[in-house]
């Protein structure tokens, strides 16, 4: 991929543009349609039908609507904010996910940049999420706001501690933090020959991790059950309160772009990533795409489904979760993920 574009684009900046855009576009289109299925999903989970009208079939062309009715409303900006830092933080809070997209390896032949340490590269840039979240809640001088940021804060801190330690058991197989080589060691099939050679098959402990990441995930993604930081039911609207318009939009968008974010980085950790299912059938770069946004998708669906089933947890029980339960098995189960890379 990119020998071709520069052969055609000699210019080096102009090659470095056209792969930025290239995640860009596909998250711009993604988040467009996952706003529009979501509401498909909480209409038939709630025995309605969500969007009908707009746009025709299934009112396929809604978020296209809404994108043009927040376009126009007025940017509104509290008389006694830090303007400065009130306007920074939604782009800050996009550009944390959007940057992460560097490193996930989305075909054989299209990675950002394949850096050696991807992994320590993904939990560094995503970290400053939880940073512009603070930012706007600080800034936006409103007590429900500040709340919801200091929410993120704990819930943040706390969470990315199973983060890291269920990524780190998929480091303890593969022995490398460069993604695109992690994607590459789960080509083809195990020796059982009908299973791929996945990490989620790799021995009996991995679905336990990738079951401990998901949770984790959620609660990075601020999503139902772990919703605090904006739980509308107690703070209206938490850190995005007092913001408006696009700001507001910017937000709504970054939180879709984490859900495929984190949703990509399991795919490639634990479900093969760009590799097909079925062995060497539907394979190659353009297949590639397909198979980790696919894979991706059925994770999203889940995300979405669960939002829409479970309630929210409080505070205390929020913690407990974290520190009590998920942390103390996320370590347990790292030692045995070592003890059956060094007996088997």
């Known amino acids: 991929m990119q020998q071709f574009l520069e052969s055609y684009l000699p210019a080096a900046p102009l090659v470095v543009l056209v792969y930025a855009m290239i995640p860009l576009m596909i998250i711009l289109l993604y988040a467009l349609f996952a706003i529009w299925f979501e509401r498909k999903v909480a209409g038939h989970i709630q025995d309605r039908l969500g969007p009908m009208r707009v746009g025709g079939w299934h009112g396929w062309s809604?978020?296209?609507?809404?994108?043009?009715?927040?376009?126009?409303?007025?940017?509104?900006?509290?008389?006694?904010?830090?303007?400065?830092?009130?306007?920074?933080?939604?782009?800050?809070?996009?550009?944390?996910?959007?940057?992460?997209?560097?490193?996930?390896?989305l075909s054989s032949e299209y990675i950002g940049s394949m850096i050696d340490v991807g992994v320590f590269y993904f939990i560094a840039i995503t970290s400053l999420l939880s940073i512009s979240i603070i930012m706007a809640g600080w800034a936006s001088n409103n007590k429900w706001s500040l709340l919801g940021a200091m929410r993120t804060a704990a819930q943040t801190v706390s969470y990315e501690v199973p983060t890291v330690v269920t990524i780190l058991s998929v480091i303890v197989v593969t022995g490398t933090l460069?993604?695109?080589?992690?994607?590459?060691?789960?080509?083809?099939?195990?020796?059982?020959?009908?299973?791929?050679?996945?990490?989620?098959f790799h021995s009996p402990f991995m679905l336990l991790a990738f079951v401990l990441f998901f949770i984790a995930a959620l609660a990075e993604a601020h999503r139902v059950p772990f919703d605090l930081p904006e739980s509308e039911s107690e703070l209206v609207g938490g850190y995005q309160t007092e913001y408006s318009g696009m700001r507001w939009a910017v937000f709504m968008l970054t939180?879709?772009?984490?859900?495929?974010?984190?949703?990509?980085?399991?795919?490639?950790?634990?479900?093969?990533?760009?590799?097909?299912?079925?062995?060497?059938?539907?394979?190659?770069?353009?297949?590639?795409?397909?198979?980790?946004?696919?894979?991706a998708m059925v994770l999203v669906f889940v995300m979405m489904w669960l939002r829409w089933t479970l309630p929210r947890l409080r505070v205390?029980?929020?913690?407990?979760?974290?520190?009590?339960?998920?942390?103390?098995?996320c370590f347990v189960n790292l030692i045995l993920i070592a003890l059956w890379e060094m007996l088997f």
Do not use: H
């Open 255 to 295: 939180e879709y772009v984490d859900l495929l974010l984190l949703s990509l980085i399991g795919v490639v950790l634990f479900f093969g990533g760009w590799n097909s299912p079925f062995g060497s059938f539907m394979d190659g770069p353009v297949w590639g795409v397909f198979w980790s946004v696919s894979k």
């Open 178 to 200: 460069n993604l695109m080589e992690v994607t590459e060691m789960q080509s083809g099939n195990t020796t059982l020959g009908f299973l791929p050679n996945w990490i989620i």
């Open 62 to 105: 809604q978020s296209i609507a809404d994108l043009l009715k927040i376009l126009q409303k007025e940017d509104i900006v509290p008389a006694k904010a830090d303007r400065f830092l009130f306007k920074l933080a939604p782009f800050i809070a996009f550009a944390a996910s959007y940057g992460a997209y560097a490193v996930i390896p």
């Open 316 to 329: 205390d029980q929020l913690m407990n979760l974290c520190w009590k339960y998920l942390i103390p098995i």
